[in-house]
């Protein structure tokens, strides 16, 4: 192991003292602690060790950020993009979504449920506009064209065709 910078004892402290607050992937860590003036050679070798027992984890922290968001209404493409933001890639946030929801689709059901308030059994038929705003609401929650159109289908959401 490499001998310890000056700084390494303040930036162990910025960094334990950012974790206790709150889970926090590297990257997150690292533009933090490069903000209050350290270098980023100086940092990583901290986080490292950090890493090494289990103070900090990118596993730990996708999963906790990817919990928070779900139960805010957000969809799979919109949570993986922003864990991709604060450096975290490739995590099964299906495995996540089980523990809170039985699948995208239902929780997709209940984003829609709580905007819209859907009608009664039977056709409820909106106006293009409509359609394609409430279409959008969805997609920008980040979920997919399909999942959106499946459950609009299984809504019995139709559009009039104004000619």
Known sequence: MQEPTANYADIKAI???????????????VDKIQAKGF??????????ELAEQG?????????SYARFRIRKGFGPLAIAYEL???GIKGVDLDAIMGDLADS????????YAKKYRPGSAG????????WAKRGRFLLQRGFSGESVA????HLNITFD???
């Open 123 to 130: 056709v409820e038929r909106l106006s293009r506009n409509e």
């Open 55 to 63: 103070w900090q984890s990118d596993a730990r922290y996708a999963e």
């Open 15 to 29: 960094a334990l003292r950012y974790l206790a607050m709150r889970e926090h992937s590297q990257k997150e860590l």
């Open 39 to 48: 270098a980023k050679p100086d940092i990583l070798p901290v986080l490292a």
């Open 161 to 163: 065709i104004d000619f």
């Open 84 to 86: 991709q933001q604060h």
């Open 104 to 111: 995208w689709l239902e929780l997709l059901a209940q984003v």
């Open 150 to 153: 499946t459950l609009l289908d």
